[in-house]
């Protein structure tokens, strides 16, 4: 498989940025056009439900396997109050960027930089898929490509890849996905290079601990109402920035079939900022070792809540919302309130994913010394 090295930047380059920066502002809305049928709007928007919690769930579970194989770089507490602010700074860049230039031209560049990274993203996620149904004639060969900076040691490895003759079966598998959305610009390869990104940022980007979730959640509670309430930024920038970096589904899908082109939208920054939060609490519910993972599933489920809340008060009040309203308050208030309901307050606070880390490496250490006296 391909692995991701270095710093956390490249795991998959500026995808918390983009993601919160330039889609955060889409959130769950229309296109400012009706749908066609009632049926045809539930199905949207049942779609895009399901598309958001697939890889909370997905992502989060493989953030455990990432987390024991490597050693994650996580967000630290200055990393997470500073967040917001330089994702405001990103957004009205973006915002001046395009009342200054074509944005045909911004967009192409944007296009080119998306097509390269879907394809990686997409690779990740499905190189194991396509490995299973590769024909065992072909032979499986490993190889390694480093790019590193400095000569010796001390040095640093810029680009770190490992990956197999099977993944590039599946690196061609998926450029044909790339080329799809390349030239067509279809909805069905958009949503499949976003979940793509979704997953491998839920996986990939880890918070060290619940107050820097809480921090850089809130943050961006704050960084979301202002721009979509107080200014036209947002709006500007949304209708303006094409890429894959958002889930889209067409309203008039059961009318017009695949060539639909009404969509309701929701943007990764509302999946990708609640889910590496989620994931954290799944990583806590490992390291308590009890039957159930009882943390992760309840905020798992008030995510959804608060998605559903999202969508009721858009069509009360006709409006776009910041989902991130309704998602940071169901996403910290409810494992605080199991926390202090189980009594387990004080873990939670101060779990660390570093610490969890350390102790297996000790577990480890002790089982080699122990087959070392025998």
């Given amino acids: 498989m391909f692995r991701f090295g270095g710093r956390m930047a490249d795991v998959i380059p500026n995808i918390m940025y983009q993601a919160t920066e330039n889609v955060n502002q889409t959130n769950i809305n229309g296109t400012g056009k009706h749908p066609s049928t009632p049926e045809g709007m539930a199905v949207a928007y049942g779609s895009l439900v399901i598309m958001a919690l697939l890889p909370i769930f997905f992502g989060s579970y493989r953030s455990i396997t990432y987390h024991k194989e490597k050693k994650p770089e996580t967000m630290s507490k200055k990393d997470a109050a500073m967040f917001p602010i330089m994702a405001s700074l990103a957004l009205f860049g973006l915002y001046i960027v395009f009342k200054l230039f074509s944005k045909e031209y911004i967009n192409l560049l944007l296009t080119g930089y998306f097509f390269f990274l879907g394809i990686l993203s997409l690779t990740h996620i499905l190189s194991p898929i396509v490995s299973k149904l590769v024909p065992a004639s072909l032979p499986n060969v490993h190889y390694q490509l480093i790019f590193r900076q400095g000569r010796g040691e001390p040095n640093e ?12 079966v599946a690196l061609v598998c998926c450029s044909f996905v790339g080329a799809w959305y390349l030239f067509q610009k279809h909805w069905v390869a958009n949503n499949l290079f976003g979940l ?6 839920v996986e990939l980007l880890h918070l060290n601990n619940v107050i820097t979730g809480c ?8 960084y979301d109402i202002f721009w979509v309430f107080g200014t036209d930024v947002m709006v500007t920038v949304a209708k303006s920035f094409e890429a894959p970096i958002k889930l889209v589904f067409p309203q008039d899908l059961l009318t017009h079939g695949l060539a639909a082109n009404n969509f309701a939208m929701l943007g990764l920054g509302d999946i990708v900022v609640p889910g590496i939060f989620i ?8 390291s308590l070792k009890r039957k159930s993972n009882l943390y992760f599933h309840a905020t798992f489920v008030a995510y959804f809540l608060g998605l559903m809340a999202t969508i009721f008060v858009m069509h009360m009040f006709k409006h776009a919302q910041p989902a991130l309203l309704y998602l940071v308050p169901a996403c910290l208030g409810t494992p605080l309130i199991v926390a202090l309901i189980k009594g387990d307050i004080k873990a939670l606070l101060k779990y660390e994913d570093a610490d969890n880390h350390k102790e ?15």
């Avoid at 994931?279 to 490992?286: G, I």
């Fill in 196 to 201: 793509a990104f979704a997953i491998n940022a």
């Fill in 279 to 286: 994931a954290l609490l799944l990583r806590f519910d490992q």
């Fill in 215 to 222: 921090i850089l959640l809130l943050g961006l509670f704050i």
């Fill in 157 to 168: 490895d810029i680009i770190d890849y490992k990956f197999t003759s099977y993944d590039i």
């Fill in 360 to 374: 297996e490496k000790q577990e480890e250490k002790k089982q080699t010394e122990a087959k070392k006296v025998k």
